[in-house]
C-alpha cells in the first residue's frame, strides 16, 4: 500500500513537471521578413518562406505545440520603408527578423538589432562589410559578395586579363562588393581600370546609362563587369547591344542577378539577343533527393507565377534555421520574454515613442543557436564559420548562349575554379594552384570561341607617346631626317617590326628627347617613362639593373655588354722574320735533335758501312748529307739495319710535324698583320691610374664608378666616335669603355684599334614599355 502511494506521488511530480514546462513554451514565436515583393527574389522568398513555415507547423517534433507566426513587411523598393518595417517588429515581440532585402537597410537595422537582442538574417543582404564584428546580430544565411568577387576575380586572372571596367549602381547594396572586388584584383596583379558609376538603386535612366557606356567604349579595357539590380542590369545590355558593345572583342561579366532573372523568368526573344556570351554567376547548390522533391512542390506553390531560383532555396533554409535555434532554444529551458530598453526609456515617448520598443533577452542564446547550426538543407550543408560566414561557399559559372545558358564550371573556396563538382573536391585535399583552374570552352560574344584580348586601342583614343633618344652620334641606330622629319634607324626598324605582327593597328606618336648638341641621358628618358611623360620609349637603350626598377622592358632584341677598345701597336716585318715562326728555344730543339739522329745513324751503320768510317769531318758531313738527302729527295738508298730504318721513319715523322708548324707560322706572318693592344682588359685599367673615356649619355660612366669603384676624376666623357679615335691617339685617354654594338660600329672604321680583353658585363638592347605599376595590370604583347 505503501508502495502505491509513492508511485502515485511520483506520477503526480512527473506530470506536474510536464504542464509547468508546456506552460512556459508560447504557443506563437513571433518572425518578421522585410522585402520588396514586388522584386523577383522578393517574390520567390515570400512563396519559399510560407511553404517553410507550414512545414515547421505541421511538424510536432520541432516545436511541439509551438506556433511560428511569420509576418511580411513590403518595403516596397524603399529604404525608409523598410526601416519603418524593422521598428515595427520591434514593437510586437518579434525574436528573429528575416531581411532585409538590401545592404543599405541592413547597415540601420543592424545598429537596432545590436540594441535590442535580435538576430536578423538575410540571403539577398550580402554585403562584405555586414559580415564585420560590428554587426554580431546580423547572419548572411548565403555565400556573401566577398566570395562571388574572389570567383570574378580568379576567372579574370584565369583568362589572362589584367584591368576590367566596372558599371554598378552607386549605393551601399552594391559599393562594398565592388570595394572587395578591387582587393581581389589587386591580390591577382589585376585592377579596376574605371568605375562606371549609376544612379542608387533602380533609379538609373536609359540616358544615364548610355552616357556611362559610351566612356567605357573609349577605355582600352574591354573586360566589363556588371554589378546592379536586374531591372538596371537588363538596360545595361541593352544599352550596349545599341552601341555595339556585344560584339566580338568584349567580355562581359554579370554577377549574380543575371542568372537570377533567367533562372525566375522566361528570356524574350527580344532581351536573349543582347545578353549573349555574357557569364555570370550562381550561388551552388548541390543536387539532392529533398531538392528535387521541392522542386517538383514548388510549381503547386508558386502557381506558376515564378520560376524557383537558389535564393528561394535559401529562403527556405533560413525559416528551418531560425525554427532549429528556437528549438534549441526551448529545449534548454529558455523563456522567451522581452523587456523595456532602459536606454530607450529616456527618450521622450510622446515624440518619439521608443519605449515601446523591447529587448530580447533570450538573444544573445537564440543567436548562438543560430551560429551552432549543423545540418543539411535544401542549399547542402548548413553550418558557418568562425567569422558568421556560411561555409564551403560556391558558385556556377554559366555562359548565357540562345535563350538559356550552358555551365562552364564551379568555383569554390575549397579549390577555386574547377569543372568538377565541389561535393567531389571537398573529398579532397585543396589545390588552388594555377594548373588545376579550369573551365570548360566559352561561347564569347559575337558568337565566337576564340578568347577575346581583353584590351583595344579605340579608334578615338590618345596616341601612345613614344619618347625616341635625339642622339648626335652613332646615328645609324637612331636618327631623325631633317629633310622629312622621318625617324628611322635600327632600332627603329626593330620596332616596326615588331609593331607590324601584332594583329590589330597601334596608334603612335615619336616624340624626340634630347637638346641636340650632345647624347641624351638615358637615365632621365627612362624616368620620363616611370612618370608617365612617355608611354613607352625606343632606341638603343640598355637593359641595366636599376633601369628595371621603376619600369619594365621589352626582351632584348640585340645583345649588349661593356669592352675595353684600346689602341694597338703594329710589329713591323724585317728580314730575319724567318725566325720567328719558332722561339730560341725551339730552334735549339730542333737543332739538337738534327744531331741527336746523325749520331744515332753513326752508332748503327759505322761498323758495316765504309761511307761512315774516315774522319770526324767526314763522318759529321755524310751524316748531315744523309738526313737532308732523305728529308728532301726520299731516296732509295737501302740500308741493311732495322733498327734504322725505324730511327728514320720516326725522325721523317718529326720533321713532318715541325715543317708543318713552321710554315703556317711563317704564313701567318708574311700575310697577317700583326696587332698588339697596350691594355690587356678591365683589370688592367682597374689597377692602374690611366684616364678611361666612356660615352656620353651611356651607363658605363655610373658603372665604373660606382660598380668598379673607379675615380671619376679618371673618367672622360667623350661624344662622338671621332672624339674617341682622338682621344685615343692622342694620348688623352688610354681606353674607352662602351657598349659592344657601339664598339663594332666604331671598329668598322678606325683599324687602329682593338678590343681590349673579354666582354665584361652581360646586358642587351630593349624598349621601356609601360611603367611597372601600370604594366601589372595589364597584358601588353609587345612585352613578348
Known amino acids: 500500500m505503501n508502495l502505491l502511494w509513492v508511485l502515485l506521488l511520483l506520477s503526480s511530480l512527473f506530470n506536474w513537471g510536464i504542464s509547468d514546462e508546456i506552460s512556459t513554451r508560447p504557443e506563437v514565436v513571433n518572425i518578421g521578413a522585410i522585402f520588396s515583393f514586388g522584386t523577383i527574389n522578393g517574390k520567390v522568398a515570400k512563396i519559399a518562406m510560407k511553404a517553410a513555415v507550414e512545414d515547421v507547423n505541421s511538424d510536432p517534433n520541432i516545436l511541439g505545440r509551438t506556433k511560428i507566426l511569420l509576418s511580411m513587411h513590403d518595403s516596397n523598393y524603399s529604404g525608409f520603408l523598410g526601416i519603418i518595417g524593422g521598428l515595427q517588429y520591434m514593437e510586437t515581440d518579434t525574436i528573429a527578423i528575416i531581411g532585409p532585402q538590401s545592404s543599405g537597410m541592413a547597415h540601420i537595422l543592424s545598429h537596432l538589432a545590436n540594441e535590442l537582442h535580435v538576430p536578423m538574417l538575410s540571403f539577398t543582404a550580402l554585403d562584405p562589410s555586414l559580415a564585420s564584428l560590428q554587426y554580431p546580430y546580423f547572419i548572411q544565411t548565403a555565400p556573401n559578395d566577398l566570395f562571388q568577387m574572389t570567383a570574378i576575380a580568379d576567372m579574370v586572372s584565369y583568362y589572362g586579363y589584367r584591368e576590367v571596367v566596372v558599371v554598378y549602381t552607386d549605393d551601399e547594396h552594391n559599393r562594398g562588393s565592388i570595394i572587395a572586388l578591387g582587393e581581389k584584383l589587386a591580390e591577382r596583379r589585376c585592377r579596376i581600370s574605371y568605375k562606371a558609376l549609376l544612379s542608387p538603386e533602380a533609379l538609373a535612366t536609359n540616358e544615364e546609362i548610355m552616357n556611362e557606356l559610351v566612356k567605357v567604349s573609349m577605355m582600352e579595357s574591354r573586360v566589363i563587369i556588371v554589378h546592379a539590380y536586374a531591372v538596371v542590369g537588363v538596360r545595361v545590355f541593352d544599352v550596349a547591344y545599341k552601341l555595339s558593345m556585344m560584339d566580338r572583342g568584349y567580355v562581359w561579366i554579370a554577377t549574380a542577378w543575371l542568372s537570377t532573372l533567367m533562372d525566375s523568368t522566361p528570356v ?19 543536387d539532392s533527393d529533398r531538392k528535387k522533391t521541392f522542386l517538383k512542390r514548388w510549381e503547386k506553390l508558386s502557381n506558376g507565377s515564378i520560376r524557383l531560383n537558389p535564393y528561394g532555396l535559401y529562403a527556405y533554409d533560413t525559416v528551418w534555421m531560425i525554427a532549429n535555434a528556437i528549438k534549441m532554444f526551448m529545449d534548454d529551458g529558455g523563456v522567451i520574454s522581452f523587456a523595456n530598453d532602459s536606454i530607450l526609456n529616456g527618450f521622450d515617448a510622446r515624440t518619439l515613442n521608443l519605449g515601446s520598443l523591447s529587448r530580447f533577452n533570450g538573444g544573445k542564446e537564440l543567436l548562438r543557436n543560430i551560429l551552432r547550426t549543423n545540418t543539411t538543407g535544401l542549399t547542402g550543408k548548413i553550418a558557418f564559420g568562425p567569422d558568421k560566414s556560411v ?27 574547377s569543372v ?14 594555377s594548373s588545376n583552374q579550369r573551365l570548360n570552352a566559352v561561347v564569347w560574344p559575337g558568337r565566337t570561341t576564340i578568347k577575346p584580348r581583353g584590351w583595344e586601342f579605340p579608334h578615338n583614343g590618345r596616341r601612345l607617346r613614344i619618347g625616341i633618344p635625339d642622339r648626335v652620334s652613332y646615328k645609324a641606330f637612331v636618327s631623325k631626317d631633317d629633310n622629312t622629319n622621318e625617324i628611322h634607324g635600327y632600332c627603329i626598324d626593330v620596332f616596326v617590326a615588331a609593331k607590324d605582327l601584332l594583329p590589330y593597328a597601334v596608334a603612335h606618336e615619336f616624340v624626340l628627347f634630347g637638346d641636340k648638341h650632345k647624347n641624351p641621358n638615358y637615365a632621365e628618358l627612362t624616368n620620363m617613362v616611370a612618370s608617365n611623360v612617355f608611354d613607352a620609349a625606343v632606341g638603343d637603350i640598355a637593359i641595366v639593373t636599376n633601369r628595371t626598377r621603376i619600369v619594365d622592358f621589352t626582351q632584348p632584341y640585340i645583345e649588349s655588354g661593356l669592352v675595353v677598345v684600346a689602341p694597338v701597336r703594329k710589329l713591323n716585318s724585317s728580314p730575319w722574320a724567318f725566325l720567328r715562326p719558332f722561339t730560341l728555344s725551339m730552334w735549339v730543339v730542333t737543332g739538337s735533335s738534327f744531331f741527336i739522329v746523325g749520331f744515332v745513324v753513326w752508332i748503327l751503320e759505322h761498323r758495316i758501312n765504309d761511307e761512315f768510317r774516315g774522319s770526324t769531318k767526314e763522318t759529321v758531313h755524310h751524316n748531315c748529307m744523309v738526313q737532308l738527302l732523305n728529308n728532301v729527295f726520299c731516296t732509295q738508298r737501302k740500308y741493311d739495319e732495322r733498327t734504322w730504318r725505324m730511327v728514320l721513319i720516326i725522325w721523317l715523322f718529326v720533321v713532318l710535324i715541325i715543317t708543318s708548324s713552321y710554315t703556317a707560322s711563317l704564313t701567318s706572318i708574311l700575310t697577317v698583320q700583326q696587332l698588339a693592344p697596350s691594355i690587356r682588359g678591365i683589370e688592367s685599367l682597374i689597377a692602374s691610374n690611366v684616364r678611361i673615356g666612356f660615352q656620353i649619355g651611356s651607363y658605363a660612366e655610373n658603372y665604373l664608378s660606382e660598380e668598379l669603384n673607379i675615380a671619376k676624376s679618371r673618367l672622360v666623357p667623350l661624344g662622338s666616335p671621332e672624339e674617341f679615335a682622338d682621344a685615343l691617339k692622342s694620348g688623352r685617354v688610354a681606353a674607352v669603355v662602351d657598349e659592344r654594338p657601339y664598339v663594332d660600329l666604331f671598329l668598322s672604321n678606325h683599324c687602329t684599334f682593338q678590343v681590349a680583353g673579354r666582354q665584361f658585363t652581360r646586358s642587351g638592347w630593349g624598349f621601356v614599355s609601360i611603367p611597372k605599376l601600370k604594366h601589372e595590370n595589364r597584358s601588353s604583347p609587345m612585352l613578348n
Open 268 to 286: 524574350s526573344g527580344g532581351s536573349d539577343k543582347f545578353i549573349q556570351g555574357v557569364i555570370t554567376f550562381r550561388p551552388h547548390t548541390p
Open 420 to 433: 568538377v563538382p565541389p561535393e567531389i573536391l571537398y573529398t579532397k585535399e585543396p589545390n588552388r594552384s
Open 391 to 417: 561555409i564551403r561557399p560556391a558558385f556556377d559559372v554559366l555562359n548565357v548562349i540562345g535563350r538559356g545558358y550552358k555551365q562552364i564550371g564551379y568555383w569554390s573556396n575549397y579549390s577555386g575554379l
